[in-house]
């Protein structure tokens, strides 16, 4: 039964990331110029994150969301070498998926349409106001298009210094190399 779920959950999790790379390769690439009111931090500046690596996959219960972590080269650099504290210019991006069953396997859910795309940048001398030195920005797609979320970035900062012991990070790199 252990083997039945680690192939429903590894085959889910292509499904995804063939549907996400899909999706990149047949739409758009430009990002919409929206920022975050009350630290200014643009949709656009993370121009590109489709090409980020993978870091790690959350599925969030109480949201019934699949989520997709992934970190740009120098984030990825530091996860992959197990940095205690992130350098600057580390991104982390977390794309967040509606879910829906499988077609032709039923006991298994895959990714359906993004709800979500959010990110953190580190920065220390932009956001050293909190003591963490990351921005954080939330777009939340509502009727087919980006929005910014109208919650600001407290909400973020709360739910992260939950992980202050880990650079407020909640995931490392997992996998193997």
């Known amino acids: 039964m252990k083997n039945l779920t680690k192939i429903a959950l590894l085959s889910t999790l292509l499904v995804g990331v063939v549907y996400a790379s899909d999706l990149y390769l047949t739409t758009e690439r430009t990002l ?10 643009s949709f656009d500046l993370i121009e590109g994150y489709e090409d980020y690596k993978i870091v ?10 699949l989520r997709y972590i ?12 197990r940095a205690e504290v992130m350098p600057n210019g580390s991104k982390i991006v977390k794309i967040g998926w509606s879910v829906k069953k499988m077609k ?23 956001f050293d106001a ?16 980006f929005e910014a979320w109208d919650k600001g970035t407290k909400g973020c900062i709360a739910c992260h ?7 407020f990070l909640f995931t490392g790199l997992q996998g193997k190399f």
């Open 56 to 65: 790690a996959t959350h599925f969030r219960t109480d949201k019934n969301e």
């Open 70 to 81: 992934l970190a740009n080269p120098i984030g990825y650099n530091a996860l992959k070498e």
């Open 130 to 145: 909190n003591g963490d030195n990351w921005g954080y920005a939330r777009f939340v797609k509502k009727e087919g298009k």
């Open 104 to 126: 032709l396997f039923s006991s298994a859910l895959e990714a359906d349409k993004i709800q979500r795309v959010e990110y953190m940048v580190k920065d220390s001398t932009k």
């Open 32 to 41: 919409p110029k929206l920022q975050m009111a009350d630290n200014n931090l």
């Open 161 to 167: 210094s939950s992980a202050k012991g880990q650079d």
